[in-house]
């Protein structure tokens, strides 16, 4: 058995290295115990000590894409389970930016390509990115279109999109500064900004934790941490569009489409802003604090 190399890191909001232990859980394919901790300072919580960059570089091969990685839950070549959310995200991306109709999309690591699927059924010019080759291969197959490169590659340097998204990626990356700053770089003057990710003061209480994958889901985030990275990069945060990807939107019964549960939803949302904010709606982001035109 070999050994894995592991990196001490501090915090990548405000570079503090003082933190409490949190949890602890053994890996998939690694069956070390690894430490997960909550920043003292602002409260970001990570996995300290992680894997090596190389090592984290290495998960990500054809076993993971088929679900044999350290993510058992998902096999991208034959996945397609979540058409509702995608279809709740494309809902909560109009009423953001308004209709999706012609407008430059950007799915990052966009995996199966699903959404950029879905965003194209409401005729919005959307995009894939990703550089894993399984992930290339798998979109290819479906026709769905790619810009294969990686994320900081230069040849991206010039694009602009009216709605980025990131769904269950940003808990993969080493740096959500640094992620998120080249989010904002890719965003037009009144970009829409979605990250998709699961809420710490949830998905640690669930039996078992099934969530946490601390090899490769390296950073953990509630609302009030997400919208301190946004601020951190110079992203306006919008508490204001309805997440319909959050709980409280899936357990509450109506059509998709319906006033009344929208209402009802938002009226939860804002309860739980005020009274629990670590377990209310993720928000989203935008370029600046302008309406969208």
Not at 44 to 53: A, G
Request: glycine residues 8%; positive net charge; aromatic residues 10%.
């Amino acid at each position: 058995m070999r050994e894995y190399g592991f990196v001490r890191v501090g915090c990548d909001f405000c570079g503090s290295n003082e933190h409490r232990v949190v949890a602890r859980k053994r890996g998939a394919l690694i069956t070390s115990e690894f430490t997960i901790v909550r920043c003292a300072k602002c409260g970001f919580i990570f996995v300290n000590p992680r894997l090596s960059d190389a090592e984290i570089a290495r998960l990500y091969d054809d076993e993971y894409y088929a679900g044999r990685g350290f993510d058992r839950t998902v096999a991208y070549d034959t996945q397609d389970k979540d058409e509702t959310k995608r279809a709740d995200i494309a809902a909560m991306l109009s009423e953001a930016a308004g209709s999706l109709r012609a407008k430059r999309c950007l799915d990052v690591g966009c995996g199966n390509g699903y959404l950029v699927s879905e965003l194209r059924k409401h005729e919005a010019d959307a995009w894939g990115q990703d550089s894993s080759p399984s992930a290339l291969s798998i979109c290819r197959t479906r026709n769905v279109p790619v810009l294969p490169y990686d994320l900081f590659d230069a040849r991206l340097d010039g694009e602009r999109f009216e709605i980025v998204t990131a769904i269950e990626v940003i808990e993969h990356v080493i740096s959500p500064t640094r992620f998120l700053a080249r989010l904002r770089e890719l965003l037009a003057p009144n970009g829409v900004l979605f990250i998709g990710t699961g809420s710490w003061e949830l998905v640690s209480r669930q039996p078992g934790a099934p969530y946490i994958m601390p090899e490769g889901h390296i950073c953990y985030f509630t609302p009030t941490t997400l919208a301190r990275f946004f601020e951190k990069v110079g992203l306006t945060v919008d508490w204001k569009t309805l997440n319909r990807t959050w709980i409280g939107w899936r357990v509450t019964p109506g059509p998709p489409h319906s006033r009344l549960r929208a209402n009802v939803v938002r009226a939860m949302a804002r309860v739980a802003r005020s009274t629990m904010p670590r377990v209310g709606p993720f928000p989203l982001a935008r370029l600046s604090g302008l309406p969208p035109q």
